[in-house]
């Protein structure tokens, strides 16, 4: 919780740098350039905008705005299922040999493992 707090701290420090009022040199509200400050910040530093930390704080989610724009997809778990790749092993002299494929040798062999490697855990009770 306190590393959030810090990082978020950084975060806001040119926001609150940035003074009240308005700016007659730039025609702009401060706290519109200390915004943008921290989102250009944020994206260099992190890769994500503030905004993007903000969202992924709220949904638990890693929420990204140029993923959106690449992907199509703004915030995704963090955990995505692991996929695990068909494998099918078999005996040879003196260990177990692992293919892509099933019987690649086409000569009829057993395979070692399937079972094991393929359904889930049993329930422990």
């Known amino acids: 919780m306190g590393s959030r707090i810090n990082r978020l701290a950084v975060l806001l420090l040119p926001l609150l740098a940035a003074a009240c009022g308005y700016d007659m040199t730039t ?9 943008m400050q921290v989102e250009v910040v944020s994206l260099v530093a992190t890769g994500k905008t503030a ?3 903000v969202a992924s704080l709220a949904t638990g989610k890693d929420c990204s705005t140029i993923r959106a724009k ?14 695990r790749p068909d494998v099918y092993c078999y005996r040879t002299l003196g260990q177990v040999s692992c293919y892509r494929e099933p ?4 000569d009829g062999a057993q395979a070692v493992g399937v079972e ?3 359904r889930q855990p049993a329930p422990t009770r």
Not at 27 to 35: D, E
């Open 27 to 35: 025609g702009q509200y401060p706290i519109t350039s200390g915004l």
């Open 51 to 53: 905004t993007d930390h």
């Open 70 to 83: 690449d992907e199509g997809q703004f915030c995704v778990s963090r955990n995505p299922p692991i996929q």
């Open 103 to 106: 019987d690649p040798y086409g």
């Open 116 to 118: 094991a490697y393929n």
